[in-house]
């Protein structure tokens, strides 16, 4: 395993520790590896929790700031934080207009968040949900009923972050939540295994001439194994099942991601193939992104994520964000 | 080889393609490599042109954009763009008030650029030059005379670039250029060797239980192998070769950047060792930088930046920038 860490039962807390170093703007409990705005939100304005295992970064504390998260709970890598700590997180945001929480669809964050939710419930917090299950590539998987949570959370983490900042109510903002869940898709694809720092060895075994096709961001299994391929029929096997789901002529905010270990020469090549796949089949690409957004430690891949666009989206969307991991307007 | 790629040779191409499909706010010439803003900056301002060989990215052409760059030149792989393409480059984006070209020093990028303003002033374009030579770890090397140019450049970048949008003449944005080489050091290291895409195995043989110090961009040779460390080790052996050739005491901007293969979450861990460091040796970082500036095709490892700073530079550092790479204030 070569990795730029110490031991590695302390490499949670000691990323940590720089990102606090790092960034004076937010605020990083090293006991709860809660992570929040180091100036919060103003009274009467829905707060953003987020959080899961860690491994995925920059989501979803480098997500946190002004028009964002207001929170993110780190759990160990790949592993979902408590409920009391996801608790504890939406209690210390709450400005007295109630909380989202954004899960991913995992089991563990499932349940932990759901009864975080109860606890803060009976604090008095009222308590919104969004699970993101966005990934086609498989209906069920090794850690999840239905399917799984992944690139379409970042997309929805800007987007609800503004609507919040904007002040609508709580109910406003699931139900945007909701309405973006039901409008986007991902799938995403592996040319290597990332490894788990407590492991010590890669996550799963593929061989040099194999890839594997529809990879979740923990290494569970995708929708096949095949021999290496161009960059262009790898494309053309993340655009086709993503159009098969969703209905997405017109508009779209697009984003190609990095799963951490494949350099942005190789992203921007893949957004050049996928976008033109898109254009070719009637969407209209009209905001993206391209880089590491959400990652599976040192996993070499990418995914795809469409989003279909309104104006109401992408106004949202356009406006002001400062986190660490997506900056624009201020 | 495990790339996002079609045939090695048309990796450069179709990575601008993806380029000027993500950035309509750029304008890439598929023909000539170069970058520029979709939009010129104002007539009568200093204009900054950069380039050298590809695989750096986001260095060189994500740092086009307001506040930073206004041409990008991008070689092939790892190979320094030709002359005539700079001196394109230079022409197009003179505003009348000269270019400044931004040089890493390696020997064929000296020569092209050197080259391409002899060329750019027969047509009567003033050019000033600053040639970034801020890697401590070796002081020749393979494609070098003297230190080579490395993580300082993204600075540099951005430092000169605020002052040309300031509307400050030629004269003065080459002394504050030289100011930054003078006061700025870098030192870098690798986990494992990159992979040109037209050579398709890694560059160097770098054994599972080895690391190397004093790593160039490239994977030149650095200054010694030896075996894997903590991180905390590593740290240490970055700092002190900087700290022993650089007074740092007072302000000073840090960029802890990753080599391109390597995840956010041990970027961020590295700098959580290095930032301890350095405050303990009497450095106060006052600005920083965490992620992938200016890497090595998919190499893993990292490297560190520092540069003393002043209440100038920290100005000029705030000032807004908007580019695919570096954005804030805007």
Same mark, same amino acid.
């Given at each position: 395993? /070569? /990795?730029? =860490?110490?031991?590695? +039962?302390?490499?949670?807390? $000691? ?6 170093? @790092? ?17 919060? /939100? ?5 707060? =953003? ?13 480098? #997500? ?6 207001? @929170? ?5 890598? #790949? ?33 932990? #968040? ?8 009976? +604090? ?32 929805? $983490? ?7 900042? $904007? ?7 699931? !139900?945007?939540?909701?309405? =973006? ?19 010590? /060895?890669?996550? #799963?075994?593929?061989? !040099? ?17 095949? *021999? ?47 976008? @033109?796949?898109? +254009?070719?089949?009637?969407?209209? =690409? ?11 430690? !040192? ?10 666009? !309104? ?8 406006? *002001? ?10």
């Amino acid at each position: 395993m /070569k /990795k730029l =860490i110490n031991a590695p +039962e302390d490499v949670l807390v $000691e990323s940590l520790k720089g990102v606090a170093a @790092a960034h004076p703007e937010l605020s990083v409990d090293l006991e709860t590896h809660v992570i929040t705005r180091a100036v919060p /939100k103003d009274e009467g304005k829905v707060a =953003i929790v987020s959080g899961g295992g860690s491994g995925h970064e920059p989501l979803h504390g480098g #997500f946190v700031g002004h028009g964002m998260l207001d @929170a993110a709970v780190a759990g160990e890598v #790949f592993t979902s934080p408590t409920p009391d700590r996801v608790q504890a997180a939406t209690q210390a945001v709450d400005r007295g207009a109630g909380v989202l929480h954004i899960v991913k669809n995992y089991t563990g964050d499932v349940l932990n #968040f759901e009864m975080a939710a109860e606890l803060a419930s009976m +604090e008095g917090i009222e308590v919104g949900t969004v699970v993101v299950a966005d990934d086609v590539a498989v209906q069920d998987s090794l850690y999840t009923a239905g399917r799984r949570g992944v690139g379409l959370t970042v997309l929805l $983490e800007k987007l609800v972050g503004a609507a919040a900042e $904007e002040g609508r109510d709580l109910a406003s903002v699931v !139900d945007l939540a909701h309405r =973006i869940t039901a409008n986007g898709r991902s799938m995403g694809m592996a040319l290597t295994s990332g490894t788990v720092p407590a492991a010590g /060895k890669p996550t #799963f075994d593929l061989p !040099d001439d194999q890839m594997e096709i529809g990879i979740g961001i923990h290494g569970e299994p995708g929708r096949h194994r095949e *021999p290496l391929a161009p960059a262009h029929d790898i494309a053309r096997q993340l655009v086709d099942p993503i159009l098969a789901d969703l209905d997405v002529t017109g508009p779209a905010i697009v984003m190609l991601n990095g799963m951490g270990g494949s350099p942005l020469i190789e992203l921007y090549l893949m957004y050049g193939e996928v976008s @033109a796949m898109l +254009e070719a089949a009637g969407v209209q =690409i009209v905001r993206n992104l391209v880089g590491n957004y959400i990652t599976s430690l !040192d996993m070499a891949g990418c995914s795809l994520t469409v989003l279909k666009a !309104d104006d109401e989206l992408l106004r949202l969307w356009d406006a *002001p964000v400062s986190t660490p991991g997506l900056r624009w307007g201020m």
